[in-house]
């Protein structure tokens, strides 16, 4: 069995809320280990609704030579840009 450190790839998901994050938990993380994505770490940030930290945490992200990938799963309704 293949054994993955701290260190192995990640992809961030940043989710506006609870119902964001929930649908990452039940819905797309499942999926992914159906289409052999497992060994990759799936780290879901709930925002409360702050949307103006979208940008702080994905450059934060980005800079983490382990991360691969960081999408966001918001609501743009009521935002006041895009």
């Given amino acids: 069995m293949r054994r993955f450190s701290r260190q192995s ?4 998901i940043l989710c506006e809320g ?4 929930s649908a990452i938990r039940h819905f797309i993380s499942p999926q992914w280990e159906i289409d052999g994505l497992n060994h ?3 780290h879901s940030i709930n925002l409360a609704g702050k949307l103006d930290n979208v940008t702080k945490y994905t450059e934060r992200y980005l800079k983490e030579s382990n991360v691969i990938a960081v999408f966001t799963l918001i609501d743009l309704y009521g935002m006041g840009r895009v």
Avoid at 18 to 21: I, L, Q, R, S, Y
């Fill in 9 to 12: 790839r990640r992809i961030i």
């Fill in 18 to 21: 609870d119902t964001e994050e």
């Fill in 40 to 42: 990759i770490g799936l």
